[in-house]
């Protein structure tokens, strides 16, 4: 879904059948001028899709976490956030890794809860690309935003919902290498906790995807604690430039050398 701007307000859905929150929400609906749907049901990804909404605040204990998890993945453009009674911290866990933006516990104070829309949507829009219509074609691969996925011809990765963010972030920074906490926050929209590997884990899911498609390319590689950067580069040494379809190339990078190549691994 795309982001709202100054022309269009902000249009949220919420799933929750507490009569008390809605109307308190309400009135600041109002204030702030924006339009809200209220639903007592699991509204199918069609249904919320028809509805042209920017945010969805559910209550898991009306939805299942399952059903956010497949909101998230069938509606990536969707701001998630979960609003509900006191949580096993293996549920709130399971609910952010699996697409909810953010996480509020009640009781909650409404216009803490509209202050959190806010920054979820502020975040999404910060993290959109320059050229999101447009799609970067590097080595054998095209990323389709259109399609939230990657393809070699007709074949597609079926990149999940973060892989596809995170390739889309790399890839747009133009060969630059990312840090791993400037990827977490781009990608989750949160700050990350020391020790938190999901980068990690989501690369190496990524790579595979990658090199099962493209299995004479590598795209994306490892700077030994920085981050990583996203090149087309043969894997037998060669390397083109990258381009974005309709764009001109980007100037070509040097030879690739063994020690990076071990660094890749």
């Not at 929150?21 to 309400?26: F, K, P, R």
């Not at 976490?65 to 509900?84: H, K, M, N, Q, S």
């Not at 400037?182 to 090199?211: A, C, H, N, P």
């Not at 087309?232 to 100037?251: H, L, T, V, W």
Request: with cysteine; proline share 7%; hydrophobic share 40%.
């Amino acid at each position: 879904m795309a982001p709202p701007n100054a022309a269009s307000p902000i249009r949220v859905a919420i799933i929750d059948d507490d009569s008390g929150l809605v109307t308190v929400l309400d009135r600041r609906f109002v204030r702030l001028r924006w339009e809200r749907e209220v639903i007592g049901y699991a509204a199918t990804p069609d249904q919320l899709s028809a509805m042209r909404i920017h945010a969805v605040i559910l209550n898991p204990e009306i939805t299942g976490l399952d059903y956010l998890e497949r909101i998230a993945l069938a509606l990536p453009g969707l701001a998630l956030l979960v609003c509900t009674g006191t949580a096993p911290v293996a549920d709130r866990v399971r609910g952010l890794r699996g697409g909810a933006d953010d996480w509020i516990t009640k009781p909650c104070h409404p216009e803490e809860l509209m202050a959190r829309v806010e920054a979820v949507l502020r975040r999404r829009r910060a993290g959109e690309l320059p050229t999101v219509a447009e799609t970067i074609a590097a080595g054998e691969l095209e990323i389709r935003p259109e399609m939230f996925d990657a393809y070699v011809g007709d074949q597609s990765a079926s990149l999940s919902r973060k892989e596809y963010e995170l390739l889309r972030q790399l890839a747009a920074a133009d060969g630059r290498v990312l840090e791993r906490e400037d990827i977490y926050q781009r990608v989750w929209g949160y700050t990350m906790v020391r020790g938190d590997r999901s980068v990690d884990v989501f690369v190496r899911k990524l790579r595979q995807k990658l090199e099962a498609l493209s299995p004479e390319w590598r795209y994306v590689h490892t700077h030994f604690g920085v981050g990583y950067r996203f090149a087309a580069e043969r894997a037998d040494g060669g390397e083109p430039p990258m381009e974005q379809a309709g764009g001109s190339q980007a100037p070509p990078e040097p030879a690739q050398h063994p020690a990076r190549d071990a660094a890749y691994a």
